[in-house]
């Protein structure tokens, strides 16, 4: 009976510490893909936004079952990242606290999701963002970032265009 438990925690012990292990790797590399690497300070609100849309090619490679190599989404990336965008989208979920607002939106076959983060924003944004639903349109500007772990684009820094 007692070489039973012994075994037993012996099991469960061993789990957590793969489990702790599995989530600081994954926590590790999943950052290298959606932190990127920093950029310049840019005033988003002077700053003229390039032509690229979140359609047609942007939107084939970036999507998360897309037909695209990684080596094709590396190069498009990388051709891309640090731009300026000026996209309208539709809403899909609202993180906020004092310190980030984020807005992902939604995507489908021919738009890619983008996750907007506001460093620091200001009341303002807090409480409009706080009435936004899902499906509502809004603006986000600002430096294309990298792609997410799971399609779609980072935007940050970013700001907010409010109607």
């Given amino acids: 009976m007692m070489k039973r438990i012994g ?13 702790l292990v599995f989530g600081t790797l994954l926590s590790t590399i999943g950052n290298s893909f959606i932190r990127g690497t920093p950029t ?3 005033d988003l609100v002077t700053a003229p936004d390039s032509a690229l849309t979140p359609h047609g090619n942007i939107a084939d490679t970036f999507a ?18 640090g731009n300026v965008i000026l ?21 489908d076959s ?19 963002a706080a009435k ?5 349109l809004v ?5 294309v970032e990298g792609r997410r772990l799971f399609g779609g ?4 820094p970013a700001i907010i265009i409010w109607d």
Avoid: M
């Fill in 7 to 19: 075994w037993g925690c012996f099991w469960v012990l061993t789990s957590l510490l793969a489990l």
């Fill in 40 to 42: 310049k300070p840019v």
């Fill in 64 to 81: 998360l079952l897309s037909n695209e190599t990684t080596v094709r989404r590396d190069t498009l990336e990388k051709e891309i990242k």
């Fill in 87 to 107: 996209w309208r989208l539709p809403v899909l979920d609202v993180s906020a606290d004092e310190d980030q607002l984020t807005i992902e939106t939604l995507s």
């Fill in 110 to 128: 021919d738009t890619v999701g983008i996750s907007c983060t506001v460093d620091f924003p200001s009341p303002d944004d807090l409480e409009r």
């Fill in 132 to 136: 936004l639903h899902r499906g509502d």
């Fill in 139 to 143: 603006t986000c500007k600002g430096l």
């Fill in 153 to 156: 684009l980072n935007i940050s």
